[in-house]
C-alpha cells in the first residue's frame, strides 16, 4: 500500500485498486468530540448523566476467505488522533501519567489522567481529520483478512441518540517505532492502565490507522443510505 497526493494505491488478491481519501465528515468529528468530552465530564463530576461510550464502540467489518459467508465483524475500541506535530509531546505526557498511576495508584491519579484526556477533546484542532486508529490485540480473523485485502467497513451506532454513520476504510497496519504507535497505545493504557506494573504500553505488535474512502448516513430516517463523500 503506498499513498501519494491523496490516493491510496492497494493490490488486493492480484488487482490494482486505487481509491481517493477523504476528511472526516463533519457532523462525525463533532459526535466524535462532543460527545467524548460530556463522558469525560460526566466522569469529573462536572455534568450529570451516564457516560456515552458509542464514539469508541464500533463494528468493524472484513472480506473473509470463507466460500459461503464472506464477511467477518467484529466490535472494535476506536479513537481519533491528533496531528502529527503534535503527536510525541502528547504521547510522552500520557506516558508520564500512566507512570504516576503505576507509582501513585489508579484511583488517586483517575481525576489528573480523566482531565488530560478532556483538554484534548476541548481542542478540536489538534486532531487529524484524515483519519481513525485502533489496536489490534487477538490477531484472529479480523487481523488474517486485512492481511489479505485492506479494505473493511466501520459502523458506529450511538444508542443514545439513533445517530449511525458506516465509513469504507483501507487499513493500515502501523508497527511499533513511531509516534503514532506510541500516543494510541499510550492512551489506550491512560484510561485501561495495567493492574501489573510490569506491563508494558508497547506489548502490541501493531495498531491500526484507518483512512476514510466512503461514508454513508446509516442514521434511520429518510436519509439512511445516503452517501457523504
Known amino acids: 500500500m503506498r499513498i ?6 492497494l493490490t488486493v488478491r492480484g488487482q490494482e485498486k486505487t481509491y481517493r481519501l477523504h476528511e472526516l465528515d463533519e457532523a462525525f468529528f463533532n459526535w466524535q468530540i462532543q460527545t467524548r468530552a460530556k463522558s469525560l465530564k460526566v466522569f469529573l463530576g462536572l455534568e450529570k448523566g451516564v457516560p ?7 463494528v468493524m467489518s472484513t472480506f473473509s476467505d470463507e466460500e ?21 509531546r502528547l504521547a510522552s505526557r500520557a506516558m508520564e501519567l500512566i507512570d504516576l498511576a503505576k507509582q501513585k495508584g489508579t484511583n488517586e491519579t483517575f481525576r489528573e ?12 484542532d489538534l ?46 497496519l502501523v508497527p511499533k517505532g513511531n ?26 505488535e501493531y495498531v491500526y490507522r484507518f ?3 466512503e461514508a454513508y448516513d446509516k442514521t434511520p430516517g429518510p436519509r439512511a443510505s445516503q452517501r457523504l463523500f
Open 113 to 124: 489522567r480523566i482531565q488530560f484526556l478532556l483538554e484534548l477533546y476541548e481542542n478540536p
Open 211 to 213: 483512512w476514510p474512502i
Open 68 to 88: 459461503e459467508f464472506p464477511i467477518n465483524s467484529c466490535i472494535k475500541g476506536l479513537g481519533l488522533v491528533p496531528k502529527e506535530e503534535h503527536l510525541d
Open 127 to 172: 486532531f487529524d481529520r484524515n483519519v481513525l486508529s485502533s489496536i489490534e490485540m487477538f490477531y484472529k480473523r479480523s487481523y488474517r483478512n486485512v492481511l489479505k485485502d485492506p479494505r473493511a467497513t466501520l459502523l458506529f451506532y450511538d444508542q443514545m441518540s439513533g445517530y449511525s454513520i458506516m465509513f469504507n476504510v483501507v487499513v493500515e
Open 179 to 204: 509516534d503514532f504507535y506510541r500516543y494510541v497505545t499510550a492512551v489506550h493504557d491512560l484510561f485501561h492502565v495495567p493492574r501489573d506494573p510490569s506491563v508494558k504500553t508497547d506489548r502490541y
Open 52 to 58: 456515552n461510550f458509542s464514539p469508541h464502540t464500533v
Open 4 to 9: 501519494e497526493n491523496g490516493v491510496v494505491h
